[in-house]
Nanobody
Framework: QVQLVESGGGLVQAGGSLRLSCAAS????????MAWYRQAPGKERELVAS???????NYVDSVKGRFTISRDNAKNTVYLQMNSLKPEDTAVYYC????????WGQGTQVTVSS
């Protein structure tokens, strides 16, 4: 059964940091580029960062230099280290494979106060 479980969100002040984790089923993790997405209220879900099986990364411009995506292939887990958080980073964060998507997990709420 394909499963994605995100964790690590919370409430943080602007300038703070959070580390998100996503545990994925081995069936979708081991051979796929994984990614973090986010969806803010009233907005469409957007791609934040992605990482290939070999460790190559890509980021949306708005998070470059602040967020770092990584993966632990032994644990089937992908991480998102978020530093220098801004109020505009407030959203529900999800992980999934880059394409095509599988069933979404519940996400983890990140709220950044000004």
């Amino acid at each position: 059964q394909v499963q994605l479980v995100e964790s690590g969100g919370g409430l943080v002040q602007a300038g703070g940091s959070l580390r998100l984790s996503c545990a994925a089923s081995r069936s979708i993790f081991s051979i796929n580029t994984m990614a973090w997405y986010r969806q803010a209220p009233g907005k469409e879900r957007e791609l934040v960062a992605s990482i290939t099986t070999g460790g190559s990364t890509n980021y949306v411009d708005s998070v470059k230099g602040r967020f770092t995506i990584s993966r632990d292939n032994a644990k089937n887990t992908v991480y998102l280290q978020m530093n220098s958080l801004k109020p505009e980073d407030t959203a529900v964060y999800y992980c999934n494979r880059r394409s095509p998507w599988v069933a979404w997990g519940q996400g983890t709420q990140v709220t950044v106060s000004s």
